[in-house]
C-alpha cells in the first residue's frame, strides 16, 4: 500500500505541469493562427493611443482589484475567528495572488506564502490550508455569480464563446450557476453539514459571511475586467459589461489550463471573444493588463516577501542564545 501512495503521489506532482504544458502548447499554437500577418507596428501604435485618463482609470481599477483580494483573506479570517491587522492581511494577500496568478498552480504557491506569514499570527497548518480554500470558494462563487447574470441580462454575450457552447446551452448553465450560489447562502442560512473539497473541510460561515462573499467577489472582477475594457480603444467597443464577460470567461479558463499565468490560453479565449478589433489591438490591451495586473504587483510582492524574510532573521538574531547546559 505504502508503494501505491508513493507512486500516486508522484503521478500527481507531474499531472498538473503536464496539463499547463499541453494547455500552453496547444493555445499558442492555435494563437500563432490568430496573430497571423499581425503588425508589430500596428502594436506599438495601438498602446500609445491609450488616453491618459484611460491609464489613470486602469491603475485605478488595479489598486481596486488588490484592495478587494485582501477582503478574501479578511472573511476568511473571520470565519476562523482570527484577528490580523488590515496592513498584513493586504501585503500577505497581495504578494500570494501576485505570485500565485504568475507562476500558475495558485493553490500551491498561494499556500506556501500564507502558511510563511500567517503562521507568525499563530495560525496552524490546517487553518492556512482552511483559509486558502476559503478564499478559492470565494473566487470561485463570484465567478458563477457573474457569469450567471451576465449571461441571462447581456445577449450580446451569447455567440461571443459559440464554438464552445450554444446559446441556449450557455443560458441552461447561467441558471445552474446561480442556483449553486443560492444553494451555498440556504446552507450557509440552515448551517447544513460541512463542505469537503478535496482534502478540506470547511464548516459553512455565517450568513453573514457567505453574503459578503457573493459581494465582494464580483466587485473584484468588476475591477479587473475594468483594465482590459479601459486598454481597448473607444471606438467599436462592445461595451463593459460584454468585456467584463468576455474578460472572465477567459480568466476562467486560463487558471482551469494551469498554464503558469495562464499565458497562451487568456490572449487565446480573449482575441477568438473580441471580433471588433484587430488581433494587434486586442494583444496591445492584454499586454496593459498583465503589466498592472501581474508584472507590477509580482514586483511589489517580491520586494513585500524579501522585506518580511529580512525582518524574521533579525527577530532570530535579535533572540538570546540558550544558556549552557552545566
Known amino acids: 500500500m505504502a508503494g501505491q501512495?508513493?507512486?500516486?503521489?508522484?503521478?500527481?506532482?507531474?499531472?498538473w505541469p503536464v496539463i499547463g504544458l499541453t494547455a500552453i502548447s496547444i493555445s499558442f499554437w492555435l494563437l500563432t493562427k490568430e496573430l497571423r500577418g499581425m503588425s508589430w507596428h500596428v502594436l506599438w501604435l495601438d498602446l500609445r493611443a491609450i488616453p491618459s485618463q484611460h491609464w489613470l482609470m486602469i491603475l485605478i481599477c488595479t489598486l481596486g482589484c488588490y484592495l478587494i483580494l485582501a477582503a478574501y483573506d479578511g472573511l476568511a479570517l473571520q470565519h476562523l475567528h482570527k484577528k490580523v491587522g488590515y496592513l498584513?492581511?493586504?501585503?500577505?494577500?497581495?504578494?500570494s495572488y501576485a505570485l500565485s496568478h504568475t507562476l500558475g498552480a495558485s493553490a500551491f504557491t498561494g499556500a506556501v506564502i500564507r502558511y510563511r506569514a500567517y503562521s507568525t499570527k499563530g495560525l496552524s497548518?490546517?487553518?492556512?490550508?482552511v483559509l486558502a480554500t476559503f478564499c478559492s470558494l470565494t473566487f470561485a462563487l463570484g465567478v458563477m455569480m457573474l457569469l450567471g447574470a451576465l449571461y441571462l441580462l447581456v445577449p450580446a454575450l451569447d455567440d461571443r464563446f459559440s464554438t464552445l457552447l450554444s446559446g441556449p446551452t450557455v443560458r441552461w448553465i447561467a441558471f445552474g450557476l446561480l442556483a449553486l450560489v443560492i444553494f451555498y447562502l440556504i446552507g450557509s442560512a440552515l448551517k447544513l453539514p460541512d463542505l469537503i473539497?478535496?482534502?478540506f473541510r470547511i464548516s459553512y460561515p455565517s450568513l453573514s459571511i457567505a453574503l459578503k462573499q457573493v459581494v465582494v467577489a464580483p466587485v473584484?472582477?468588476?475591477?479587473?475586467?475594468?483594465?482590459?475594457?479601459?486598454?481597448?480603444?473607444?471606438l467599436g467597443n462592445p461595451g463593459y459589461f460584454v468585456v467584463l464577460g468576455v474578460f472572465v470567461v477567459g480568466f476562467t479558463l486560463a487558471l482551469l489550463s494551469h498554464a503558469p499565468g495562464g499565458i497562451g490560453v487568456f490572449e487565446l479565449a480573449v482575441i477568438t471573444a473580441l471580433p471588433e478589433f484587430p488581433p494587434e489591438t486586442v494583444l496591445a490591451a492584454l499586454l496593459v493588463?498583465?503589466?498592472c495586473y501581474f508584472l507590477i504587483p509580482l514586483a511589489i510582492g517580491l520586494l513585500t516577501?524579501?522585506?518580511?524574510?529580512?525582518?524574521q532573521l533579525k527577530t532570530v538574531d535579535a533572540q538570546p542564545n540558550d544558556p549552557p547546559t552545566p
Open 5 to 15: 501512495c508513493g507512486n500516486s503521489s508522484r503521478w500527481k506532482r507531474f499531472l
Open 88 to 95: 498584513f492581511i493586504a501585503l500577505c494577500s497581495l504578494s
Open 125 to 129: 497548518a490546517a487553518e492556512v490550508g
Open 197 to 199: 473539497i478535496r482534502n
Open 220 to 234: 473584484e472582477l468588476f475591477f479587473a475586467g475594468g483594465i482590459l475594457y479601459f486598454a481597448l480603444p473607444a
Open 289 to 291: 493588463f498583465r503589466l
Open 305 to 311: 516577501v524579501a522585506y518580511f524574510e529580512h525582518q
